[in-house]
C-alpha cells in the first residue's frame, strides 16, 4: 500500500462531484397545492410556512456526495419579514398611481433601505441553509452593500447602461463571493472582463431579436393593411390577434434574452467560484434554458397555472444539475465557523427580510 | 422489548464528516445513536424532529449541535413518527401524503379562484371604486381620453351645433342625481363609427357618427342618460380595477411583470374590447329610463335609437351604447314597457 516513495509524480485526477436533484413533480404537486389553499384559506398567513416547506422540500432532495442539503428557517420569522416586505410593496403601488413627488421620496427610501435588506436577506439565507449539519454564512458588510445596491444601482442609469456589465460583476461578487461553508470561506475569481463580453454577446443577441421582430411587425402590418382593403365581416377578432401576437412576441422575446443572460452569467460566475480549494463548476447551456423556460411559460399558461408545481421542479433539476465541484482532497474536512455554533432550539434571527435575489 | 429503529447519517456539528449510524429509541424517552466512533444517548427533550415534507430527507437536530438525516423508508417513518411531536404540522403532512386530499385541495382552490373573479372582485371593485376620490377618478378619466384620442379625430361638426349638443348634455345632466357636473367631449369616430363611452370622473365622449345618426334631440339625450348612468355608479372605474386585478393576478401566477401595465392606458380596452357585464349595462339602462321619466322624455326615443344603432352597425367594432349582453330586443321591449 505504501509506495509513495517509489512512486513518480502521479497527476491526481481531482474528484468531481455533481449535485443531483431527486424531487418529483408528481410529488411536489401534492405539496404545492396543499400550501396554495391553505394559504387562501388564511389569507395569505400560511405562505411563510408555505415557504418553508417548499424550502425544506427542495433543500431535502438535493444531494452532494450522498448528503442531502437541510433547511432550518423558523416560519414565524419569515412571516415577519413578510408583513414589512408586504407594507413597502403597497407604499410602491401607492406611489406609482399618485403624486411624482411622492414617488420620488419612496424611491429614495427605497435606495437608503435596500441595500441593508439584501444583506439581511442574503444573511438569513445563508444561515438557514446546511449541509452534513454544517450551516451556510455570508459575510458581506453593509458598505459594500450599498455601493453595490445604491450607488452603483443610481450609476447604471446614469451612464446609459456602460456600467451594466461591472454592476452585475458586482453584484455577483456580492452575492457569491461571501458565502462561505462552516469556516471555510468562498472566493469569487472572475474577471469583470468576462461580464462585459457576455453583454456584448446579449446585444448582438437582443439586436439579431429587434430585426426579426422588425420585419415581422413589417408583414404583420402588411397584412393588416391588405386584409383592411378587403373589409372584414366583422373587426371583432382583428384588435384580439394583435393583443395576442404582442404577448407572444414579448414573451419570446424576454424568455430567450432571460435564458441567455442567466446561463452565460451563471457559468461565468459560477466557475469563477472556490470554496475553500474546492473549484466550483457550472456547465448551463443557453438555447437548452431558454427551451425550458418557454415550454414551462406555455405549460404553466395553458394549464392555467396547474402546471407550476412540475415547472419549477423541471426548472431546478436543470439548474442544480449543471454544477459540480472539484474536490480537492475530501469533503470531510470542513470545520464549523468559531462564532457560530448554533443550538438546536436558539439562533433564530430578529429582523428577517424574505425576498427573491434572483441568485 | 419493542423498539423502533432505523439506520441514518450521522453529523457531530463540528465538521463535514458524514458517519453511517443506526438511531434506536429504547423505550420511550431515550433514542441510542449507535456507530463506527459514535455512541450517544440523546434525551426525547434534546432533539427536534425537523418538518417532513414528502420523500425529501428527513432531520433530526440534537441540541447540543449536530443531527440526523434520514432516508424516507418505512423504518424511519415509524421512528420519526414516535418522536415528532404532534402538532399542526403533521395535520398538514397527512394532507400531502393523501391522493384524495390533493384532489380536493385542487377542486377547492379552482372554486376559490373561480368564486374569487366571479363575486369577490367585482365586490372588492365596487367598494374600491367608492374610496377613490372625485379627482383622482377625474384624473384616471382624463388620461383615458387622452389614450382614446389615439383612435379618435377632433369633431367635425359646426361650432353651433356643437354648442346646442354641449347645452341639450348639460341640461339633462342636471337634472339627474350626479355627485358632481359630467363633462361631454365630441370627437370624429372614424373607425370606431357611431358610438359613446363614460370614462371615469364623468367624461362622457359622444362621436358625431351617433349625432347624425339621431333624427331627435330626445335621442341623444336617451344616450347621454344611458352613459350618464354609467358615470352613475361609476361602472369604468369598476371594469377597470376588475381588469387590473385580474391582471395583477395574472402577473402574479406566470411571475411576468412585464404585463403590468399602468390603469390609465388600459381604459380604451376596457371600453372597446370587454365592455361592461349585463349587469351593468341593466342598472346604466334602468338609470336612463328613470332619469328621463323624470325629465318628461318618452321611452320611444330610447328604443328608437337603439334600433338604428343596431341596423347601422354593419362593420366595424359593435358600438358601446350596443355592446351589452343582453339583447336589444330585450333592451328595447323594457324601454317601451
Not at chain 1, 31 to 40: F, M
Not at chain 1, 73 to 98: D, H, M, N, Q, W
Not at chain 1, 272 to 281: D, K, Q, T, V
Not at chain 2, 151 to 166: F, G
Amino acid at each position: 500500500m505504501d509506495n509513495a516513495p517509489s512512486a513518480p509524480a502521479l497527476v491526481v485526477e481531482p474528484r468531481t462531484e455533481r449535485l443531483r436533484f431527486t424531487a418529483t413533480g408528481g410529488e411536489y404537486f401534492r405539496i404545492w397545492i396543499v400550501n396554495l389553499l391553505l394559504t387562501i384559506v388564511t389569507l395569505g398567513i400560511y405562505s411563510a410556512w408555505a415557504k418553508v416547506r417548499k424550502q425544506r422540500y427542495f433543500h431535502g432532495h438535493t444531494h452532494l456526495a450522498g448528503s442531502t442539503f437541510d433547511y432550518h428557517a423558523r416560519p414565524i420569522a419569515i412571516l415577519k419579514g413578510r408583513v414589512i416586505a408586504a407594507i413597502l410593496f403597497g407604499l410602491y403601488l401607492l406611489a406609482t398611481e399618485s403624486s411624482p413627488i411622492f414617488l420620488l421620496v419612496v424611491v429614495g427610501m427605497y435606495l437608503l433601505i435596500a441595500p441593508w435588506i439584501v444583506l439581511q436577506a442574503l444573511r438569513f439565507r445563508a444561515r438557514m441553509s446546511s449541509w452534513r449539519g454544517l450551516r451556510f454564512g455570508f459575510g458581506g458588510t453593509l458598505g459594500e452593500s450599498y455601493v453595490v445596491f445604491a450607488l452603483l444601482t443610481l450609476l447604471v442609469p446614469l451612464t446609459l447602461g456602460a456600467l451594466l456589465p461591472y454592476w452585475w460583476y458586482r453584484r455577483q461578487r456580492f452575492v457569491l463571493g461571501y458565502l462561505r461553508f462552516g469556516a471555510t470561506q468562498c472566493s469569487f475569481r472572475a474577471r469583470v472582463g468576462s461580464y462585459y463580453r457576455v453583454f456584448g454577446v446579449l446585444l448582438a443577441i437582443v439586436i439579431g431579436l429587434s430585426v426579426i421582430a422588425g420585419v415581422l411587425i413589417l408583414m404583420v402590418s402588411l397584412a393588416a393593411t391588405l386584409s383592411g382593403m378587403r373589409v372584414p365581416e366583422d373587426g371583432e377578432g382583428a384588435p384580439w390577434v394583435i393583443t395576442v401576437g404582442a404577448y407572444v412576441v414579448a414573451l419570446l422575446f424576454g424568455s430567450v434574452v432571460n435564458g441567455c443572460l442567466r446561463a452565460m452569467l451563471g457559468n461565468v460566475a459560477i466557475d469563477g467560484l472556490r470554496l475553500g480549494s474546492h473549484r466550483i463548476l457550472a456547465r448551463f447551456d443557453a438555447a437548452k434554458l431558454v427551451g425550458i423556460q418557454l415550454t414551462n411559460t406555455l405549460l404553466v399558461l395553458v394549464t392555467l397555472g396547474l402546471y407550476t408545481p412540475w415547472a419549477q421542479i423541471r426548472l431546478q433539476k436543470y439548474l442544480v444539475e449543471r454544477i459540480r465541484l472539484e474536490v480537492d482532497g475530501d469533503l470531510d474536512s470542513f470545520v464549523t465557523a468559531q462564532s457560530e455554533s448554533l443550538s438546536a432550539t436558539g439562533g433564530e434571527m430578529a429582523d428577517v427580510f424574505d425576498i427573491d435575489l434572483g441568485f | 422489548m419493542s423498539f423502533l429503529a432505523a439506520n441514518a447519517e450521522y453529523f457531530d456539528g463540528c465538521s463535514s464528516r458524514s458517519r453511517p449510524v443506526e438511531a434506536r429509541l429504547c423505550g420511550n424517552s431515550v433514542l441510542q445513536i449507535r456507530g463506527e466512533g459514535v455512541s450517544l444517548e440523546v434525551e426525547r427533550t434534546a432533539l427536534r424532529v425537523g418538518e417532513r415534507v414528502g420523500r425529501a430527507t428527513w432531520s433530526v437536530e440534537l441540541s447540543g449541535g449536530g443531527g440526523l438525516a434520514f432516508a424516507p423508508t418505512a423504518e424511519a417513518e415509524a421512528l420519526l413518527a414516535a418522536l415528532e411531536r404532534r402538532g399542526a404540522a403533521r395535520f398538514v403532512q397527512s394532507f400531502e401524503h393523501s391522493r384524495r386530499w390533493a384532489v380536493a385541495a385542487l377542486l377547492l382552490v379552482v372554486f376559490a379562484a373561480w368564486a374569487f373573479v366571479v363575486h369577490g372582485l367585482p365586490t372588492l371593485a365596487a367598494r374600491g371604486a367608492a374610496l377613490v376620490p372625485h379627482d383622482v377618478e377625474l384624473v384616471l378619466g382624463e388620461e383615458g381620453l387622452r389614450w382614446l384620442d389615439e383612435l379618435l379625430e377632433p369633431s367635425a361638426l359646426d361650432e353651433d351645433r356643437k354648442a346646442a349638443i354641449v347645452g341639450l348634455f348639460a341640461r339633462a345632466a342636471s337634472t339627474m342625481p350626479l355627485p358632481s357636473a359630467p363633462r361631454l367631449e365630441l370627437r370624429r369616430g372614424e373607425g370606431i363609427g357611431a358610438n359613446a363611452f363614460a370614462l371615469p370622473g364623468g367624461i362622457v365622449v359622444m362621436t358625431d357618427e351617433l349625432v347624425e345618426l339621431s333624427r331627435h334631440d330626445d335621442e341623444l339625450v336617451a344616450v347621454f342618460a344611458h352613459e350618464l348612468g354609467h358615470v352613475f355608479h361609476r361602472h369604468t372605474l369598476r371594469r377597470l380595477l376588475q381588469s387590473s386585478a385580474v391582471a395583477l393576478l395574472a402577473t402574479l401566477v406566470t411571475s411576468d411583470i412585464s404585463s403590468v401595465t399602468t390603469l390609465g392606458t388600459t381604459i380604451p380596452t376596457v371600453l372597446l374590447e370587454a365592455g361592461f357585464s349585463r349587469e351593468m349595462e341593466r342598472e346604466a339602462d334602468d338609470f336612463a329610463l328613470t332619469t328621463m321619466d323624470a325629465a318628461g322624455v318618452g321611452h320611444e326615443h330610447f328604443a328608437a335609437i337603439l334600433e338604428r344603432l343596431e341596423a347601422s352597425t354593419g362593420s366595424g367594432s359593435i358600438p358601446e351604447f350596443l355592446s351589452s349582453h343582453p339583447s336589444t330586443r330585450a333592451r328595447v321591449e323594457n324601454a317601451n314597457r
